[in-house]
């Protein structure tokens, strides 16, 4: 049974920062393609990163230049920075593989408002 658990998100000012977490469980997240989706209350969930086996990374034009995700295997951990936030990244952010998902976590929520 693998478990995600992300964390780090909270109440921030437009254009500040933050950084997420995600802390797996049960499996190796090196051995996979991960991302981290957020879902806005009335929407969808989304992708906003993606980083491959290969360590490459791709963002959606929304967030591009201003979102990195990375990852640190020794900690088995995902990671979130998100730079120049603005009122429309608001949402619940969530970490999870791209291909056969695994059950979602809790997820974090991130208020961007002044």
């Known amino acids: 049974q693998v478990q995600l658990v992300e964390s780090g998100g909270g109440l921030v000012q437009p254009g500040g920062s933050l950084r997420l977490s995600c802390a797996a469980s049960?499996?190796?997240?090196?051995?996979?393609?991960m991302g981290w989706y957020r879902q806005a209350p009335g929407k969808q969930r989304e992708m906003v990163a993606a980083?491959?086996?290969?360590?490459?990374?791709t963002y959606p034009d929304s967030v591009k230049g201003r979102f990195t995700i990375s990852r640190d295997n020794s900690k088995n951990t995902l990671y979130l920075q998100m730079n120049s936030l603005k009122p429309e990244d608001t949402a619940v952010y969530y970490c999870?593989?791209?291909?056969?998902?695994?059950?979602w976590g809790q997820g974090t929520q991130v208020t961007v408002s002044s």
């Open positions: 049960g499996s190796i997240i090196r051995d996979y393609a």
């Open positions: 980083i491959l086996i290969s360590d490459s990374t």
């Open positions: 999870n593989k791209i291909i056969g998902q695994w059950s």
